[in-house]
């Protein structure tokens, strides 16, 4: 049998480990907190052209040198929650290591803050996505 709200705090402990309460202090969720990975997302890693009009990127340049530079993304994709640390709960912030940083998710209705505030996900999924009844 389990304690009344057993799960709720594991729950909740989770979400704070997402959103950085952990040993590097990093947030999972891209844009919560100071800290965030950049992601192995291609156009997360390229310069908006609205914002700098002076790039010039051909549809075949978009590797070098904006995906592999050490730089932060200038593209924020915002709520995107990565894969994660390894099983030693090692994270390396490296754009290209897609095993630990590719984007596992950016629908609101998986993002962990929602969830705690009551939502529920399969109400939310069926609403959205009536081939799945």
């Known amino acids: 049998m389990l304690k009344e709200g057993l799960l709720t705090n594991l729950a909740k402990r989770q979400v704070d480990y997402i959103l950085g309460v952990n040993t590097i202090k990093l947030s999972y969720m891209v844009s919560f907190g100071p ?3 950049r992601i192995h997302h291609r156009g997360s890693s390229l310069p908006s ?8 990127i051909r549809c075949d340049g978009g590797f070098e040198p904006f995906f592999h530079s050490s730089n932060p993304n200038p593209n924020i994709l ?5 894969v994660g640390p390894n099983q030693n709960d ?3 912030d490296d754009r290209n290591d897609y095993s630990h940083s590719e984007p ?3 629908l609101l209705w998986l993002d962990p803050r929602h969830i705690l505030l009551g939502a529920n996900p399969v109400d939310d999924i ?3 996505c009536s081939c799945l009844l």
């Open 35 to 37: 800290n965030f990975p």
């Open 49 to 56: 052209l609205p914002n700098h009009p002076q790039s010039s």
């Open 78 to 82: 915002v709520g995107a929650i990565v």
């Open 90 to 92: 090692r994270f390396l």
């Open 104 to 106: 596992v998710s950016t």
């Open 126 to 128: 069926l609403s959205c």
